[in-house]
């Protein structure tokens, strides 16, 4: 693996609006458009063509919170994401999205932009963090392997931009060593949940308890809404978690394990009794 070089250019001067996005030694370019930004744009407020061939992510948002991606291709994306609008307008599209990411390359064509559609879906299922609105994708389009390795480094630089613009649709869910430390927050109501550090933040692991009783200052603090939403969402059933889920703070963890204010560097012990914050 080597060092990679990636340009971010903010268009408007901030990073919510149209940015577009370039790699070192690479011939594709990626960019960043906002929902309400399509009608209105012009091919010469940037560098990269997206009238041609490429593939597409669209985010949004389920009423419930959960965090959806639809992943397309067309050999026409702007063509197509206006069609996304006009479909939606018109009743034939019922999912919102937001927000586009669109890839283009030199060497794309119909038959590469279905290989990599599919295998976008394929990954971005697996990695499971974002639910997936593609329904179908052409699961047997075939390239020469010379074709499908170039594909899959196209693939390999995108995971790249996609990282750098903070979307990790195609990043999977951290993984367990022989070598990870576990760490454990229970209660006398139920709670009984296994976490360990991970590369973004603190990973709860399914099967995790959840306490079946709040306190009555839980909602208080921010972390009872982040309860509900999880709870919506279905990565909590039955205070149980359904999922691995990694939460920004350790804090956050144990506040919605335990259903109350928590200090999560102490609420989070090993097997030995030793705090988190012996741990960090």
Known sequence: MYGKTVELFFVNGINDGLVT??????????????????????????????????????????????????????TQVLTRLKQHLHDYASDKEKFYWNCAVIFVGVNLDKSTTLYL??????????????????KNTNTSQKLKKSK???????????????????????????????????????NKNGANAKMFISQNGFTVLKGSAVSDKESSSFHTINYAALYESLVNQGVIENNVFTQDYEF?????????????????????????????????
């Open 148 to 186: 499908e390795n170039e594909m899959d480094e196209f693939i390999e630089n995108m995971k790249v931009i996609l990282l750098a613009m903070n979307y990790y649709v195609l990043v999977p869910m951290p993984q367990t060593t022989m070598q990870t430390t576990y760490f454990y927050c229970k």
């Open 21 to 74: 996005a370039t790699l070192s030694n690479w011939n594709g370019g990626a960019v960043k458009i906002l929902r309400n930004d399509i009608p209105s744009f012009s091919a010469d407020q940037i560098d990269i063509d997206i009238s041609g061939s490429g593939v597409y992510f669209l985010f949004g948002k389920e009423d419930n919170g959960k965090e959806y991606v639809y992943i397309g291709e067309s």
């Open 117 to 134: 559609e599919n295998k976008l879906c394929a990954i971005a299922n697996d990695c499971q963090r974002y639910g997936i609105w593609t």
């Open 248 to 280: 920004s703070s350790p804090s956050a963890a144990s506040a919605v394990v335990k259903r109350t204010p928590s200090n999560g560097k102490q609420d989070w012990i090993t097997d030995s009794n030793e705090p988190l914050a012996l741990h960090l």
